[in-house]
């Protein structure tokens, strides 16, 4: 399946996220692939509003995975593996026990761990350009 956003506004990622989620069923880990600066980690943001996230969306950068709160209470998990030097220091992480969850699961720089990802997936390209940004997304 394969659908493509363009977002010329911050705004309307809201309603693109709102219209992936209703996309992608229930798939549940999303691999977000662009840029440095593409905005991966802003249309997270919208698409954690739509789930109803009621903690502070940012970049793991440092930590690697920060997990966040829906108002339902179900955990959402958010990784950024652009540090990563290793596919080990993934495994270090215990990814196995988040991507398997059943919860949502957001991964910036998947590129990083793509032997790991051997399983059921949604594909976003997000790029950035003459102020538009656009998202392609991809899955089985």
Known sequence: MKKKWDATELKDLDGIAKELLTFIGDHRV????????????????????????????????FSIVNE???????????????RLKTVEE?????YEQYLYSNYFCFIEWPEKVEDLLNLRKVDLYISFADSKRQINCEYD
């Open 30 to 61: 999303l691999c977000f692939y662009g840029d440095l600066g593409a905005g991966k980690t802003t249309f997270i943001k919208a698409i954690c509003r739509q789930l109803g996230v009621t903690d502070e969306v940012q970049s793991p950068t």
């Open 68 to 82: 966040y709160e829906t108002s339902q209470g179900e955990p959402v998990y958010h990784f950024d593996f652009y």
């Open 90 to 94: 993934a495994y270090d992480l215990g």
